[in-house]
């Protein structure tokens, strides 16, 4: 089969300072066919794609983000940058985009302005742009985050009939239905490394999130717990029906006292864009919030702050931390904003709060007075926490606490989870690892494609349960 090859790679290395980004990668990709590259948050996909992506050797990539210029229209768009050093006659730039953009049924006019059209047509602009240019190697990055489900199949129709005309699409996606409805094999990464390349087949959803995971499915031995786990009290402290935001579809969600429950799926799946619409760090759409049974207005996070709700962000470098700030400065930030920076701490106030929590999480730090910037990221992510804890509030949520820094301290911020949990605070625990979320966790709601698809407690919080949740319920 390798003589249909259009594309093949062997061996393929990048190293980034401190990183091995791709370790000896083999991939393969046939005429006419669409090939899913899976993997999970830095398995290697974007930079394989960013070793492929050579147009004039007859690839063209189409990225998440659209790239083209929405003041000008379809036909500018399609042919801008081409046949450099000559006239450029519109009228048959015009006339040509017409015929390619009937010829793949792409519901556009040549002389429309892009920004009025659908982001579903503007990715198929983009994609027509690159037909045009005589590619061979389609790459399509995450062309469907953004889609509702109409314009999602108005794009894989697209795909079909490219792959009919002989086109090698590689898809970049993390919404595995969409693999399966529509890809012919996939190849996984992980950690830099080639795990395997399957037909679709032959890969049922529940092995695909095992190897994307790097998990086995015949050892779901229970793990260790770090302590005992919290079922929390009767007291509902949040409840959501119906809540959207910007980033998530609707969802129903509420947490009781002293529990310690978890949003868990793939990367992609929705679970970090929940609990920043809970937070209101997304622009909430819809939906209604009760807290401890009152109906209650969160459009934004300050409002949650006031709502006794604390939230530690997925990425503590662009979203945690204030970098120039001092240790000090770092913790009682929170608690400032909510009191109102016409009402500021003394300095006393501010040394007594970053002493206390600096010694109760044990914070490696030189002094207060150090820039948190030269702090490791464990003691960085305990600067945040204390920040948050600083405010007392009975709702916690933590996106990621202990990615990135060493065992010891992941153990520390475990233990801390079970202990805040003893003291009737309400967690949600978010992380990438299931078996760190199986130790803390007393509920998990499981989410694919920004759905909640299942929720599992009980004895039905396991590794296997988790993966075949989150595959879709296969055996």
Same mark, same amino acid.
């Given at each position: 089969?390798?003589?249909?090859?259009?594309?093949?790679?062997?061996?393929?290395?990048?190293?980034?300072?401190?990183?091995?980004? $791709?370790?000896?990668?083999?991939?393969?990709?046939?005429?006419?066919?669409?090939?899913?590259?899976?993997?999970?948050?830095?398995?290697?996909?974007?930079?394989?794609?960013?070793?492929?992506?050579?147009?004039? #050797?007859?690839?063209?990539?189409?990225?998440?983000?659209?790239?083209?210029?929405?003041?000008?229209?379809?036909?500018?768009?399609?042919?801008?940058?081409?046949?450099?050093?000559?006239?450029?006659?519109?009228?048959?730039?015009?006339?040509?985009?017409?015929?390619?953009?009937?010829?793949?049924?792409?519901?556009?006019? @040549?002389?429309?302005?892009?920004?009025?059209?659908?982001?579903?047509?503007?990715?198929?602009?983009?994609? /027509?742009? #690159?037909?045009?240019?005589?590619?061979? %190697?389609?790459?399509?990055?995450?062309?469907?985050?953004?889609?509702?489900?109409?314009?999602?199949?108005?794009?894989?129709? +697209?795909?079909?009939?490219?792959?009919?005309?002989?086109?090698?699409?590689?898809?970049?996606?993390?919404?595995?239905?969409? %693999?399966?409805?529509?890809?012919?094999?996939?190849?996984?990464?992980?950690? &830099?490394?080639?795990?395997?390349?399957?037909?679709?087949?032959?890969?049922?959803?529940?092995?695909?999130?095992?190897?994307?995971?790097?998990?086995?499915?015949?050892? +779901?031995?229970?793990?260790?717990?770090?302590?005992?786990?919290?079922?929390?009290?009767?007291?509902?402290?949040?409840?959501?029906?119906?809540?959207?935001?910007?980033?998530?579809?609707?969802?129903?969600?509420?947490? !009781?006292?002293?529990?310690?429950?978890?949003?868990?799926?793939?990367?992609?799946?929705?679970?970090?864009?929940?609990?920043?619409?809970?937070?209101? /760090?997304?622009?909430?759409?819809?939906?209604?919030?009760?807290?401890?049974?009152?109906?209650?207005?969160?459009?934004?996070?300050?409002?949650?702050?006031?709502?006794?709700?604390?939230?530690?962000?997925?990425?503590?470098?662009?979203?945690?931390?204030?970098?120039?700030?001092?240790? !000090?400065?770092?913790?009682?930030?929170?608690?400032?904003?909510?009191?109102?920076?016409?009402?500021?701490?003394?300095?006393?106030?501010?040394?007594?709060?970053?002493?206390?929590?600096?010694?109760?999480?044990?914070?490696?730090? #030189?002094?207060?007075?150090?820039?948190?910037?030269?702090?490791? &990221?464990?003691?960085?992510?305990?600067?945040?926490?204390?920040?948050?804890?600083?405010?007392?509030?009975?709702?916690?949520?933590?996106?990621? @606490?202990?990615?990135?820094?060493?065992?010891?301290?992941? $153990?520390?911020?475990?233990?801390?989870? $079970?202990?805040? /949990?003893?003291?009737?605070?309400?967690?949600?625990?978010?992380?990438?690892?299931?078996?760190?979320?199986? !130790? %803390?966790?007393?509920?998990?709601?499981?989410? !694919?494609?920004?759905?909640?698809?299942?929720?599992?407690?009980?004895?039905?919080?396991?590794?296997?349960?988790?993966?075949?949740?989150?595959?879709?319920?296969?055996?």
């Amino acid at each position: 089969m390798q003589n249909d090859a259009v594309l093949t790679m062997r061996g393929i290395c990048k190293r980034f300072p401190g990183t091995m980004a $791709l370790n000896h990668v083999d991939f393969t990709l046939r005429k006419g066919e669409i090939h899913a590259l899976m993997g999970e948050n830095g398995a290697g996909k974007s930079t394989l794609i960013k070793v492929l992506d050579a147009q004039n #050797a007859g690839i063209s990539t189409v990225y998440q983000e659209i790239t083209l210029c929405p003041n000008l229209t379809v036909a500018e768009n399609m042919f801008i940058g081409r046949d450099p050093g000559k006239s450029v006659h519109w009228k048959e730039y015009e006339k040509r985009a017409a015929a390619i953009l009937d010829g793949l049924g792409i519901p556009a006019r @040549p002389r429309q302005e892009l920004s009025r059209c659908s982001l579903a047509v503007q990715q198929m602009v983009a994609i /027509a742009r #690159a037909v045009d240019m005589k590619c061979k %190697v389609l790459i399509l990055d995450e062309p469907t985050s953004s889609l509702d489900e109409k314009e999602v199949e108005m794009l894989f129709k +697209l795909m079909r009939d490219l792959r009919a005309r002989g086109v090698g699409i590689i898809f970049v996606t993390h919404f595995l239905e969409q %693999v399966y409805e529509v890809s012919d094999r996939i190849t996984v990464l992980r950690n &830099g490394e080639l795990v395997g390349e399957y037909a679709v087949a032959d890969l049922p959803q529940v092995e695909l999130v095992a190897k994307m995971m790097g998990k086995d499915l015949n050892d +779901l031995a229970d793990l260790e717990q770090v302590g005992q786990k919290s079922l929390g009290g009767q007291e509902v402290v949040y409840d959501a029906r119906g809540l959207s935001s910007s980033e998530s579809r609707p969802f129903d969600f509420s947490i !009781r006292c002293g529990e310690v429950n978890g949003f868990t799926g793939l990367l992609g799946s929705g679970r970090s864009e929940s609990v920043r619409a809970v937070f209101g /760090a997304d622009r909430v759409t819809g939906g209604k919030v009760q807290i401890k049974g009152k109906t209650v207005k969160i459009s934004k996070p300050h409002d949650a702050m006031t709502h006794g709700i604390g939230y530690l962000p997925e990425d503590r470098k662009r979203d945690g931390i204030i970098a120039d700030l001092s240790v !000090r400065e770092n913790i009682i930030l929170a608690l400032q904003v909510m009191k109102g920076f016409f009402h500021p701490m003394s300095r006393s106030q501010m040394e007594k709060f970053a002493d206390e929590y600096i010694q109760a999480l044990q914070i490696k730090t #030189a002094s207060q007075d150090t820039p948190i910037k030269s702090l490791s &990221g464990g003691n960085q992510q305990k600067v945040i926490l204390a920040r948050w804890l600083l405010t007392h509030p009975d709702y916690l949520i933590l996106d990621e @606490p202990t990615r990135g820094i060493d065992v010891g301290t992941k $153990l520390e911020i475990q233990k801390l989870v $079970l202990k805040l /949990a003893e003291e009737n605070m309400s967690v949600t625990f978010i992380s990438s690892e299931i078996e760190e979320m199986l !130790r %803390v966790c007393s509920r998990l709601i499981v989410m !694919r494609d920004r759905k909640i698809v299942g929720e599992l407690s009980g004895d039905d919080l396991t590794q296997g349960h988790v993966m075949k949740t989150i595959a879709g319920g296969e055996q």
